[in-house]
């Protein structure tokens, strides 16, 4: 793992912050996008998965204090989201050169190093 820089997996947070931010619906959110795991509301609301994942991945948080293995992980996270997006017919990854598409080449590179 010593071969990853970790200013490389905070740089790649930036593209699924923004895509996981246009998806979710926060007009009646109660705590306008910001995950309670007390609050029933939020424990059966649809938007879970991205409300947790912005809390702990979004611009306000410092990730450049988590570990390696930590930012590999919601990297992970991120490209579960991503890849969930892309529609049953869309192009072969490795031909296609749609934003998504080159996110996830990208992170892969990274990871694969």
């Known amino acids: ?13 930036e593209y699924p912050r923004r895509r996981i931010l246009q998806s979710m619906e926060l007009r009646y959110c109660p705590h306008a996008g910001f995950y309670n795991p007390t609050d029933m509301e939020c424990i059966n609301c ?15 948080i410092a990730v450049e204090r988590k ?10 996270v991120a490209v579960d989201f991503i890849d969930s997006s892309l529609t049953p017919h869309h192009l072969s990854r490795r031909n296609c050169e749609c934003e998504n598409c080159i996110w996830l080449r990208k992170v892969q590179q990274t990871l694969n190093m």
């Open 1 to 13: 793992m010593s071969g990853l820089d970790k200013s490389q997996l905070i740089a790649l947070l």
């Open 46 to 60: 649809h938007q879970g998965m991205e409300c947790t994942w912005m809390n702990h991945n979004d611009e306000t």
């Open 67 to 76: 570990t390696v293995e930590d930012l590999k992980q919601q990297l992970l």
